[in-house]
């Protein structure tokens, strides 16, 4: 019986240079896709963000409805007051927003852009100061621009984008004039005014 002499194939790996090019290639890839990818996780965050904005807007709305007043939001008081009021409100309720602390030393942010950007609420004017109240939304990136405003147009009764007026009392939303008012980058501001 004759042995069959088995030859055994050199094995060869990757060499240091094709390893380190691969992983060049993947950091430029990584590097390219990020900002997609936040985009993409910034998009999927307004309708949420808008959702809890109605919500307690709401609540503001019924517990002024209860003051029988013409200025129901009179007594929002200042800005730091207000906002507070907002914020207790969104507690418990909201899912895209975050409330920090309690009582009136409450806040409330919001994570469509720039991080801790803290939303501010006022006494608004439609008639008279007092019949409404505001909501600012500020360093809203470019990718929730202006998918806020779109989402916030039927419970809203006046939109501001970066200044521009895109929705007035008594008026329709301008898609266009939103779109247009939109700036790159974390650096657009929302005004809702609610009644």
Known sequence: MQTQSISTAKQRGFTLV?????????????ALA?????????????????????VTANVIRTQGAASGSATPYANLGSTTTATAAF??????????LTVTGTGASATITHSLG???????VAQGTVTTTGDA??????????????????QLNRAAV???????AVKNVGGTYNATAAQNACTTGDTNEYVFTFQ
């Open 87 to 96: 914020a207790n409100a969104a507690m418990n309720r909201a899912q895209a």
């Open 133 to 150: 109240f505001t909501l600012t939304v500020p360093t809203v990136a470019k990718a929730a621009c202006p998918g806020l405003a779109t």
């Open 34 to 54: 990020t900002p997609f990818i936040r985009d993409l996780i910034i998009e999927g965050r307004v309708d949420p963000t808008a959702q809890d904005i109605t």
């Open 114 to 120: 720039a991080s801790a950007s803290q939303l501010t």
């Open 158 to 164: 006046a939109i501001t984008v970066n200044g521009t």
């Open 18 to 30: 094709e390893l380190l090019t691969v992983l060049a290639i993947i950091a430029i890839l990584m």
